[in-house]
């Protein structure tokens, strides 16, 4: 059996085993050049993974190839391409079932065909991790940057965690296991990146040591059966509620339900502990001028500060949002309380993030919140567009 | 050998329902010779069917359930459908996840038991409607076929969808007037045991469940192979007799009828597949 306690030193691959808060916080670091796939490699191979599916889709395919790569050398113990990523999500769900700490990768298209399998993977309550390296929707045909997906994702009971930065995804992928998979969570998590902008964008990055890694998954403490036969059935898998027509059935689904979301807001404190709070802010405090973003918006955000305070003296800041699934209503509410225009700048035409803090505010903020610049399909959003947007509002 | 899971804590045998109890008791673990000669004097695996009185589908689980080599350390994946109203009742550890994607789940179970457990023969069985096997699941019926996964897919074929209302499928037979085929259906049925070949299977057979006995046999060839060499499929005919309008005692003898027809007995076993079950045979355990 190849079942690894936490206390044994090392994992199957050789490698010293070290906790979560050794790993991202403790651990010597390394200055390296890479890209955001490079990053997610090597954040898998310190991660103790079980097992892997792929499919190709651009942006995501690198990171695909090179999760391979560590599986030919000995770091993954499964690892293979699926048929299409309907069939990858749910041959991930089966490696989850049975025990494994998973890892996979989609796209645009991808996460679309693969949709039915999300709240499949939150309702089966396996921690599965997806990098999501998010890029248009069909149709018309487009590769390119645009995050439109992660809106249809809201509402599958997954965790949605966003990384601005190649350094982010390195720490946000090791944090996404140990958050997790933590007992009384125990969802999957989400976690995504702008493609392109992220996936193929060479950036500096600090790596701990390659000989250290996560504790490996373990599966016996899974708030459900684990589908191995070594112990017994759970009472669900012969009784499921959802195939009787009786009232209680009916309640059952629903609390089933809720339990899903409650589980993703136990995992606040955790996400808080491993991603150093959810939400992290750039420029001065007290700002009036308030933009709230996630991703690569962020990062044009805090250089729209940057010249706003430069060429036209006005003082503004940035609440980076790295949750969006569990929300940061409390942080968000807390960093706008002087706001007077709350701008959020978005890659995808329908706004899903003004959406959302549109509602977390409602009533409790008297700030004009303004849902611009939205650029999707590719485009970039410039410093200047920002700056142009801001100054046509507050003047 | 996990069975010992299935032990009851003394102090609570009073309170534990008493099916429970009884799968400790009087069902069957670790002996790969059990088989349907059990059935009338052993506890089965399934506590009790919720399909219609007297559906073959029901009487092809228990034969099913009943021949498994390897009771405590099989994995029974399932789909939507009729089948999935008596997974709750399997005592056994069973998935159900989407309608379609059973033999994706079961390459990702089958793979990491392999990784996890790599000196433990755990095997893996797919059973699902002809609607989840060859329509909408057809792509990852298929593809693990293709990929060799060592994991046995038993189908169970009404020629209809059942559990929906009784729709036409990819397994229709040409010409049968279903709901969404008013006119009668228009393409043959799929020959699914010759795509099964194909595809790389090592065994495959197709029969109906009127013989018991043959379906014992079937089925731990089929497992057997899966386990040592790569994928089976096994193709049983579970007639619908709520939707081709028989009475509850008919189903055998539609069954028997169709033994002669569509369903006569056909099986195929790879020069591989003949080996393997010519070990097994000589270890007394076919």
């Not at chain 1, 889709?57 to 770091?75: D, K, M, N, R, V």
């Not at chain 1, 009232?247 to 491993?274: C, D, F, G, L, M």
């Not at chain 2, 219609?52 to 689980?61: K, L, Q, R």
């Not at chain 2, 989407?98 to 996890?116: C, D, M, P, T």
Request: proline content about 6%.
């Amino acid at each position: 059996m190849r079942m690894i306690e936490n206390k044994v030193e090392k994992n199957w691959a050789g490698q010293r085993i070290v906790s979560p808060d050794y790993l991202l916080f403790e651990a010597p670091r390394e200055k390296h050049f890479m890209t955001g796939s490079e990053a997610v490699k090597e954040a898998v191979k310190r991660a103790s993974v079980d097992a892997s599916v792929s499919y190709p889709i651009t942006p995501q395919s690198e990171a695909a190839h090179l999760i391979g790569e560590l599986w030919a050398e000995g770091y993954v113990g499964v690892y293979f391409r699926g048929e299409n990523e309907f069939g990858v999500m749910s041959e991930v769900a089966g490696a989850a079932m049975a025990g494994a700490r998973v890892i996979t990768t989609t796209s645009g298209p991808g996460t679309l065909r693969a949709f039915e399998n999300f709240p499949m993977w939150s309702g089966t309550r396996i921690p599965v991790q997806l990098v999501l390296m998010a890029r248009g929707v069909n149709s018309p045909l487009s590769i390119q940057p645009d995050n439109l997906e992660v809106d249809f994702l809201l509402d599958t009971g997954c965790m949605i965690w966003y990384a601005e930065n190649v350094q982010e995804l390195f720490d946000m992928i090791l944090a996404g296991f140990a958050v997790a998979e933590q007992p009384d969570v125990h969802v999957p998590v989400i976690t995504a990146v702008d493609g392109f902008f992220v996936s193929h964008t060479r950036e500096a990055i600090y790596l701990p040591p390659d000989d250290i890694a996560l504790p490996p998954y373990a599966p016996y403490k899974s708030p459900m059966p684990v589908i191995d036969a070594e112990i017994p059935p759970g009472r669900f898998l012969r009784d499921p509620f959802v195939m009787k027509s009786n009232y209680i059935s009916y309640a059952t689904h629903a609390s089933w339900q809720w339990e899903v979301r409650s589980a993703i807001e136990r995992s606040r404190p955790y996400a808080k502990h491993y991603l150093k709070g959810l939400t992290e802010e750039f420029g001065e405090k007290d700002s009036e001028v308030v933009f709230i973003a996630c991703g690569t918006a962020a990062s044009q955000a805090k250089e729209a500060v940057r010249m706003l305070e430069e060429t036209e003296g006005i003082k503004s800041k940035v609440v980076k949002l790295k949750t969006i699934r569990p929300f940061p209503y409390e942080e968000i509410l807390e960093a706008t309380k002087n706001a007077k225009y709350i701008f959020i700048p978005e890659f995808n035409v329908v706004g899903w993030l003004e959406r959302e803090v549109r509602k977390a505010l409602y009533k409790k903020s008297d700030a004009e919140i303004i849902g611009t610049p939205r650029v999707a399909g590719g485009m970039t959003m410039p410093k200047e567009i920002i700056v142009r947007e801001v100054l046509e509002y507050i003047k | 050998m996990a069975y010992k899971i299935y032990k009851v804590n003394e102090e609570f045998k009073d309170i534990v329902p008493e099916e429970v109890v009884e799968l400790e008791e009087k069902a069957t673990w670790g002996n790969p010779k059990r088989g349907v000669m059990d059935l009338p004097v052993t506890k089965e695996l399934l506590e009790e069917h919720s399909l219609c009185a007297g559906c073959p589908e029901s009487a092809a689980i228990r034969y099913i359930l009943a021949s498994l080599p390897n009771p405590e350390d099989t994995i029974i994946v399932n789909s939507t459908g009729c089948t999935s109203l008596v997974f709750p009742h399997i005592s056994l550890h069973t998935v159900h996840s989407l309608f379609g994607n059973q033999n994706s789940v079961a390459s990702g179970i089958k793979r990491v038991l392999e990784w996890r457990f790599p000196d433990k023969a755990k095997d893996v069985v797919v059973l699902a409607g002809d609607g989840a096997t060859v329509d909408i699941g057809l792509d990852y019926t298929l593809q693990s076929f293709f990929r060799q996964e060592k994991i046995t897919t038993i189908c169970f074929d009404n020629e209809v969808y059942a559990n929906t209302g009784g729709q036409e499928s990819g397994l229709t037979p040409k010409g049968h007037v279903f709901k969404m085929a008013p006119k009668g259906k228009l393409f043959d049925k799929v020959p699914m045991w010759q795509l099964a070949i194909d595809s790389g299977c090592h065994y495959v057979a197709r029969l109906t469940v009127s013989s018991p006995k043959k379906v014992e046999r079937v089925i731990k060839e089929a497992i057997y192979v899966a386990r040592e060499l790569g994928p089976t499929y096994i193709h049983l005919y579970t007639p619908c007799i709520l939707e081709i309008g028989l009475n509850s005692d008919d189903g055998l003898d539609e069954m028997r009828s169709r033994d002669k027809e569509r369903f006569a007995f056909f099986e195929y076993k790879t020069p591989h597949a003949e080996e393997v079950i010519a070990k097994y045979k000589a270890e007394g355990l076919l």
